[in-house]
């Protein structure tokens, strides 16, 4: 027997797989890109993260599926809502069941485990939202759930025999301890902590979400952006990030599209590196250069020159402007 795992790469879908795993049954550990992962400061991607991990505790490979471009339209109207950020949970798992449940044939195997535990997430792990997310995707009865399957009715691989559910789990609510102790049953000690994961159920990058959506400009690149620097909105078809450090400076220029604009202190002075994207006039770039001008170190100078690049290429200017007042920043700020 086969079944593919999803994982998200938290602890909760490692440990569903690795009880099922455990039985015997041949597991595909199947993990979904989403653009909404951490981009955290570190050289590995989240991709890789979840690999190294599912190798650690599965001692497999994952199979990894980008979900991009099918993930943002979710976003724009999603049928069963949003949690308490921009994050559409019910829809987003819908759509990854969907696709594992295509997979089914393809890869040969006959049912998929998920690592959601009954009440763990107020919008999509509650007994409603498990019995619409398991019927919308199309896995009636093909879905097992192994941390929680004593709450749960049986399910074919559990009425077939292919699972024990004696060896099953009864899990639910939102304590993190029986997790831990299972972890640790399995020897599985490197595991990232609860709290990362999805950024659309962050305040700040939500709200920026939510700009993007109003200006319509809700992009995979534009997504990318909104995970690091400070962000302006400049005007309905402009906006500038500016760098909070060394590593989102050179992220930021890494980032830079045909026709964007990056912004770079004097050379003599240290300040960040800003990237201004969508329709720009000369009002709106001296407002740039003032904005990156107002983040520079030399709190004493009036005015300082900020040079500016045109992308692709080398076509550059330079503007002398004071800062933008506080008030101001503020007021743009997204
Ligand atoms: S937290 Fe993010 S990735 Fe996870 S189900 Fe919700 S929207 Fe999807």
Not at 138 to 149: K, Y
Not at 179 to 203: H, S
Not at 273 to 296: F, K, V
Request: aromatic share 6%; glycine share 8%.
């Amino acid at each position: 027997m086969k079944a593919i795992a999803l994982i998200s790469g938290g602890l909760d879908s490692i440990l569903a797989a690795r009880m099922v795993q455990e039985q015997g049954i041949e597991v595909i550990p199947l993990h979904f890109k989403v653009p909404f992962c951490h981009r955290a400061k570190r050289s590995s991607s989240p991709e890789a993260r979840v690999d190294s991990l599912v190798q650690h505790a599965l001692s497999l490979p994952a199979r990894i599926i980008d979900e991009g471009h099918t993930f943002l339209p979710l976003l724009e109207n999603p049928r069963h809502g949003f949690g308490s950020g921009a994050n559409p949970c019910i829809d987003c798992k819908i759509l990854m069941l969907r696709t594992a449940r295509r997979l089914l044939e393809e890869w040969g195997a006959h049912f998929v485990i998920t690592g959601e535990v009954l009440g763990q997430r107020p919008m999509s792990q509650h007994r409603r939202a498990l019995g619409i997310i398991e019927r919308e995707s199309g896995l009636e009865g093909l879905l097992l759930r192994p941390l929680s399957a004593h709450c749960l009715p049986e399910t074919v691989p559990e009425k077939e025999g292919w699972v024990a559910r004696s060896r099953l789990l009864g899990f639910s609510g939102r304590g993190r301890r029986p997790q831990m102790v299972l972890a640790e049953q399995f020897r599985i000690r490197d595991y990232p902590n609860p709290a990362g994961g999805c950024l659309l159920t962050d305040r700040v990058f939500s709200r920026r979400i939510r700009d993007l959506l109003r200006y319509d400009a809700l992009t995979l690149e534009n997504v990318e952006l909104l995970k690091a620097g400070r962000h302006f909105r400049i005007n309905g078809a402009l906006k500038l990030v500016v760098g909070r450090d060394e590593e989102e400076n050179n992220f930021l220029e890494s980032m830079a599209l045909p026709g964007d604009l990056t912004f770079y202190p004097p050379e003599d002075i240290a300040g960040p590196c800003a990237l201004a994207r969508g329709r720009m006039d000369e009002e709106s770039l001296a407002l740039c250069c003032r904005i990156t001008c107002s983040y520079c170190d030399a709190s004493e100078a009036p005015e300082l020159t900020i040079t500016h690049r045109a992308m692709p290429g080398t076509r550059e200017g330079a503007l002398k402007v004071p800062r933008a007042e506080n008030d101001l920043l503020k007021s743009l700020a997204v």
